[in-house]
């Protein structure tokens, strides 16, 4: 079946230093959204990315499509706590968007 | 956006019982989804839930064990049913808007014993 991996598991970082995490599907995705959820809490919406090669840009966090739509990428600079929960990708294969197949998410800690 | 909230917010049960999950949303939505999240673990689907329409269940999850209703576009319940310790998750719903982003209600934390 369609898959989302998704890496690092986890990853800690300092206060200031940058982030990444990465989604890698087995098939073209119609879309990619990427999600966060904070420690106790729920996903939440971040963003949605449709195009081939597209990047988008929410303040410290960069996000990217690949060019054959098969993998994404979260960038965080300058990580701050506030940055801490566990991001998810969600790969949309058929466009209906009610297909979500979720990575296994990426859980953040930064070090103050 | 919308406001999801989710009835029980937690709860304990013994195993061969069935709970059922309140989703509200405050504004009529065409699509609701049921999730299970295992500690520390990804999202899985469990269904989704299309008011006038019976729901489609994904890989895995079956009508007799996870039994939903869909009685109007604000509402829907999710019945986890003879329940066992493998079911100890949190059990999510969501509502999908503009055809693609989901939002999220809170969770219910079930624990069986």
């Known amino acids: 079946g369609q898959q989302v991996m998704q890496i690092p598991q986890y990853q800690h970082v300092q206060e200031g230093e940058d982030f990444t995490t990465y989604c890698n599907s087995s098939t073209t995705l119609s879309n990619i959204q990427w999600y966060k959820q904070r420690p106790g809490g729920h996903p939440v919406f971040l963003i949605q990315l449709v195009k081939s090669g597209e990047v988008k840009k929410q303040k410290r966090l960069t996000f990217q499509f690949g060019e054959a739509k098969k993998n994404s990428s979260l960038h965080i600079t300058a990580t701050q706590t506030t940055d801490v929960g566990t991001y998810f990708c969600a790969g949309d294969y058929n466009n209906a968007g009610n297909m979500l197949t979720f990575g296994g998410g990426t859980r953040l800690m930064v070090k103050p | 956006s919308a406001v999801i909230s989710q009835k029980p917010s937690r709860d304990i049960c013994q195993r061969g019982t069935s709970l059922t999950i309140q989703c509200q949303v405050d504004?009529?939505?065409?699509?609701m989804f049921w999730y299970r999240q295992q500690p520390g673990q990804s999202l899985t689907l469990i269904a989704t839930?299309?008011?006038?329409?019976?729901?489609?269940?994904e890989s895995g999850f079956v009508i007799d064990k996870f039994p939903i209703s869909r009685p109007n576009l604000t509402f829907s319940t999710l019945t986890v049913s003879n329940m066992s310790p493998e079911d100890s998750s949190i059990y999510l719903c969501?509502?999908?808007?503009?055809?693609?982003?989901?939002?999220f209600g809170p969770g219910t934390r079930l624990t069986v014993t």
């Open positions: 504004s009529q939505v065409t699509m």
């Open positions: 839930a299309n008011q006038g329409s019976e729901a489609t269940y």
């Open positions: 969501s509502v999908g808007l503009n055809s693609y982003e989901q939002y």
